[in-house]
T-cell receptor
Framework: LAKTTQPISMDSYEGQEVNITCSHNNIATNDYITWYQQFPSQGPRFIIQGYKTKVTNEVASLFIPADRKSSTLSLPRVSLSDTAVYYCLVGGSGTYKYIFGTGTRLKVLA | NAGVMQNPRHLVRRRGQEARLRCSPMKGHSHVYWYRQLPEEGLKFMVYLQKENIIDESGMPKERFSAEFPKEGPSILRIQQVVRGDSAAYFC??????????????FGPGTRLTVL
């Protein structure tokens, strides 16, 4: 399973775009990149998943360069309620043993 | 469609007692996963179960911990003779098929176990 590296914490202000980058140098050919969000005292919640290039949904965008050794989660116009821990996970079909690192603790300030 | 249910949400036990944590997966989901989260850390995989079968328990301590997912009823994570180091949040997740590509795991709210 590919190891991931993310910044430990980030601060942002309301209304700004936030980009969180994850490094996964040992990503395998069949691996996908998945991001989860966790609020205090809650379980993680799926945000977005992608394999290459760009994926966008109603919550976020995920940018993956051609070499796939990193990925960037982009949160447009964050609000105070986006304060949470964000986890980057890498794995392929049938990867059920999710590996959560320490994640990135995002704090959105007023 | 109700999400993954866990109960109790908070559980306090004294050292040496038993803790039973329950997880009801989402409707239609037959795959259940248990994770443990210590304060300020990420979730750590413990065990993966399908109905009546333990598929992978490689993350679960060999002693005092056990898990089951019977044909009827919720999945149970059981911790015997709890110690202070067992204090953590325990999360259950479920998926309709083996999690991975396109089959994300849906997490419950967790049970916070405190051992006095």
């Amino acid at each position: 399973l590919a190891k991931t590296t993310q910044p430990i914490s980030m601060d942002s202000y309301e209304g700004q775009e936030v980009n969180i980058t994850c490094s996964h140098n040992n990503i395998a050919t069949n691996d996908y990149i998945t991001w989860y969000q966790q609020f205090p005292s809650q379980g993680p919640r799926f945000i977005i998943q992608g394999y290459k290039t760009k994926v966008t949904n109603e919550v976020a965008s995920l940018f993956i360069p051609a070499d796939r050794k990193s990925s960037t989660l982009s949160l447009p116009r964050v609000s105070l309620s986006d304060t949470a821990v964000y986890y980057c996970l890498v794995g392929g079909s049938g990867t059920y043993k999710y590996i959560f690192g320490t994640g990135t603790r995002l704090k959105v300030l007023a | 469609n109700a999400g993954v249910m866990q109960n109790p949400r908070h559980l306090v036990r004294r050292r040496g007692q038993e803790a039973r944590l329950r997880c009801s997966p989402m409707k239609g989901h037959s795959h259940v996963y248990w994770y443990r989260q210590l304060p300020e850390e990420g979730l750590k995989f413990m065990v993966y179960l399908q109905k009546e079968n333990i598929i992978d328990e490689s993350g679960m301590p060999k002693e005092r911990f056990s898990a089951e997912f019977p044909k009827e009823g919720p999945s149970i994570l059981r911790i015997q003779q709890v110690v202070r180091g067992d204090s953590a949040a325990y999360f259950c997740a479920s998926s309709p098929d083996i999690a991975g590509l396109y089959n994300e795991q849906f997490f419950g709210p967790g049970t916070r176990l405190t051992v006095l």
